[in-house]
Structures are given as C-alpha cells and as structure tokens.
C-alpha cells in the first residue's frame, strides 16, 4: 500500500530501561559473595584457612572454589576487607538463628498498674502491696497511682505520702524509676525490679 509505512517501537528512554536493566531483586543478607565482591586483595579467613592470609580477589574466589565453599565478605569497610570461606547457605543459615537468639533475649516491658484513692485504708494497702509484689517478682514494671475524685485533690500531699510508703515496703526488691508526679487528678510513681544478685 503507497505510502505504509511499517510500525517500529520508538526506542526507551535509555535512563529508564538502564534503570530497570540494572535493577536486582533485594537480597535478604547484605553480605557480597564470591564474583559481587569488588576489593582488588582480600583478608581470607575460615576453616582450614592459614591465619593472616591475604590475596588477590581472583585467588581468593579459586581456593574457596577449591574447597568447593563460598567467599563471603564480612567486614568491607576493614582494610583489606575480610572474607570467609564458608558455605553460604550455612553462614545465612547461622546469621538468622542468631538474630532470632538476640529477639529472644530481648524481653518486653510490662507495666501493671496499681490504684489507690487518697484515703486507702491499711487492708487495702496491704492487698495491693502482694499483688506489686507478685508483678515484681514476675519481672514486671508497677505504675502505681493515687487518683483524686473532686475535692479530693486537697489530699494530694497525703498521696504522696501514701505512695513514698508503698516504694519503702517494697524497696528489697524495686527501685523507684520515677518519683510521685502529679498529672492532672493523678499521682503517679514507677518501680521497676532491682537487678538479681548473683
């Protein structure tokens, strides 16, 4: 037909297929291994390794080859960098049980609260004192809290007298973390469990 002319796709922007030519799936471990690794000469570390090896890169990925393991760096920014032979899946395999070991040994806060009103009676005192002593032991925060109802707020020297009472009986095994503060209607004090003694 006169005058067709074929269609041909115009050509991509070249910054925008560059970018997504050069884009790579995020890895789950930052470390770099074997060809990624761009230092020129390299610390080798890892079994059967002699100490204080330090190659050329191409050497260090053929004596890993080898031993049939990877080149893993683990330290880039050391000077040469540092890199371990090992097998890359056991190292990963080993960096994840370590992480869940920290997560484990990071143990979350709790905070109970106890409430008194001005004029607690010593029955009353005493129930909440064992019941802040159980959250204590247990490894738990206590807020503690005087709250004053109306006029009540005339008592506020008496509730702070009451609290300071409470941090005493149980200063064997809590240390106060904030000091009787007002706030609003409320007197609030916090303790936290003394460290063990070994």
Do not use: W
């Amino acid at each position: 037909m006169a005058g067709f002319k074929p269609f041909t796709p115009r050509p991509q922007n070249n910054a925008q297929g560059n970018q997504n030519r050069g884009r790579r799936p995020v890895k789950e471990n930052p470390n770099r291994i074997n060809n990624e690794i761009t230092a020129p000469t390299v610390r080798v570390v890892g079994d059967n390794v002699e100490p204080n090896l330090v190659l050329p890169i191409a050497k260090a990925i053929a004596l890993a080859d080898e031993m049939e393991l990877d080149l893993v760096e683990i330290s880039p920014n050391a000077e040469p960098p540092v890199c371990r032979i090992v097998d890359y899946q056991k190292f990963l395999y080993q960096q994840k049980k370590k992480q869940k070991e920290i997560k484990a040994k990071q143990t979350k806060v709790v905070i109970k609260e106890i409430r008194f009103g001005p004029q607690t009676d010593e029955h009353d005192f005493n129930f909440k004192l064992r019941h802040a002593e159980n959250f204590i032991k247990e490894g738990a925060k206590v807020k503690a809290y005087v709250f004053f109802r109306g006029r009540s707020i005339v008592f506020k020297e008496q509730g702070e007298i009451l609290l300071l009472r409470f941090a005493t009986a149980l200063e064997e095994i809590a240390k106060v973390e904030v000091m009787p503060t007002l706030e609003g209607k409320k007197m609030n004090m916090i303790l936290a469990p003394k460290p063990k003694k070994n």
